[in-house]
Antibody, heavy 117, light 107 residues
Framework: EVQLVESGGGLVQPGGSLRLSCAAS????????MHWVRQAPGKGLVWVSR????????TYADSVKGRFTISRDNAQNTLYLQMNSLRAEDTAVYYC??????????WGQGTLVTVSS | EIVMTQSPATLSVSPGERATLSCRAS??????LAWYQQKPGQAPRLLIY???TRATGIPARFSGSGSGTEFTLTISSLQSEDFAVYYC?????????FGQGTKLEIK
């Protein structure tokens, strides 16, 4: 069974940093592109970032460019999102998702990031 | 950035009836369009990709159609478990963008 499990969320002050992890299992992680998507409380889905299979190419939404870094460790089957200079508007549930023919499937259960003083 | 617009925002339908959800793109995305279902407290689930291909395990009552800028998700006979929020998403251009969602509620 394909499974994605996020961790690393929590409460952080504005300007702080946090690193999210996404542990993958049930598929050949090193072959697939991966994505991060976020959802603010009560709001819709917003794509954040993607990384190709070997980590050599990344893309970011303008709202996080220069502050967030996506990376992966294919030996550990783990995807990361390093988030720096966090703002209140970054408060959201963060989901990792596998790229499936450019759609997103499956998704992890999400991890909540709250940016507040 | 391609803007995805879904309509209506809320759709009230009785169980057993048909539901039709719409999604419009601000420019052509060809058939690079997916639909997701999200229930409260859960992660989204892929229903349709390539505008019309059902994902693995998705019941046949879900169907997608359209190309270019106009897309439709149809649920032929609503079951109780289908009441949820539905999102369309384009993956034709970066950044990927989602519609704002359609909440399908029980009438």
């Amino acid at each position: 069974e394909v499974q994605l499990v996020e961790s690393g969320g929590g409460l952080v002050q504005p300007g702080g940093s946090l690193r999210l992890s996404c542990a993958a299992s049930g598929f050949t992680f090193s072959r697939d592109w991966m994505h991060w998507v976020r959802q603010a409380p009560g709001k819709g889905l917003v794509w954040v970032s993607r990384i190709n299979s070997d980590g050599s190419s990344t893309t970011y939404a303008d709202s996080v460019k220069g502050r967030f870094t996506i990376s992966r460790d294919n030996a550990q089957n783990t995807l990361y999102l390093q988030m720096n200079s966090l703002r209140a508007e970054d408060t959201a549930v963060y989901y990792c998702a596998r790229d499936f023919l450019a759609a997103l499937d499956p998704w992890g259960q999400g991890t909540l990031v709250t940016v507040s003083s | 950035e391609i803007v995805m617009t879904q309509s209506p925002a809320t759709l009230s339908v009785s169980p057993g009836e048909r539901a039709t959800l719409s999604c419009r793109a601000s420019q052509s995305v060809s058939t690079n369009l997916a639909w997701y279902q999200q229930k409260p407290g859960q992660a989204p689930r892929l229903l349709i990709y390539g505008a019309s291909t059902r994902a693995t395990g998705i019941p046949a009552r879900f169907s997608g159609s359209g190309s270019g800028t106009e897309f439709t998700l149809t649920i032929s006979s609503l079951q109780s478990e289908d009441f949820a929020v539905y999102y369309c998403q384009q993956y034709s251009n970066w950044p990927y963008t989602f519609g704002q969602g359609t909440k399908l509620e029980i009438k």
